[in-house]
């Protein structure tokens, strides 16, 4: 196993990103949660933060953490690879030309340096993502317009019917 391979660890949320997700999502309590399992909220975010365009840096303000298991990850290991290299295509942080991305999505990180880099991007739209879903499912409010009642429920549909352009 090549020892450069990403999706092989557990992962630690930290600080008010920690905070956010424990907002939308509780251990063990469906009933109160948006999410059922922490590694499901883990591969939506980075999905919603490219989307949007939010990236995020880490925050340790506090000592608040959330850990998604490597059991946990492993099952969702081949959704994550693949917007894994969605993210290493389409950012253009580096500025880096077509070919250049290619070569860093498909030939895989050739450094330890190049796959920290390539893992913190990721994880920048992961908490830009907590962030966007945060502002989406807790923070909104319900409107006169909504149709459903039950808050949870409105935000949930109001999301779905989100084009998410910010």
């Not at 880490?58 to 998604?68: A, G, H």
């Not at 253009?92 to 340096?113: A, H, Q, Y």
């Amino acid at each position: 196993m090549n020892s450069l391979e990403y999706f092989r660890k557990s992962v630690v949320i930290t600080g008010k990103h920690a905070a956010l997700v424990d907002e939308m999502w509780k251990q063990n309590d469906i009933e109160h949660s948006y999410f059922k399992r922490l590694v499901d909220l883990y591969t939506i975010a980075p999905v919603i933060g490219l989307r949007t365009g939010r990236k995020s840096p880490e925050d340790n303000s506090t000592d608040n953490k959330r850990t998604v298991l490597l059991d946990q990850i492993m099952t969702r290991r081949e959704d994550l690879q693949t917007i894994m290299k969605i993210i290493l295509l389409t950012d253009n942080e580096d500025n880096l030309t077509v070919e250049e991305k290619i070569n860093r999505t498909f030939r895989g990180p050739s450094s330890e340096e190049e796959f920290n880099k390539n893992v913190d991007l990721f994880e920048s739209y992961v908490r830009g993502g907590i962030e966007v879903l945060y502002d989406k499912l807790i923070n909104r409010a319900l409107t006169i317009d909504d149709p459903y009642t039950d808050r949870k429920i409105g935000n949930i549909m109001a999301l779905l019917n989100d084009d998410l352009t910010e």
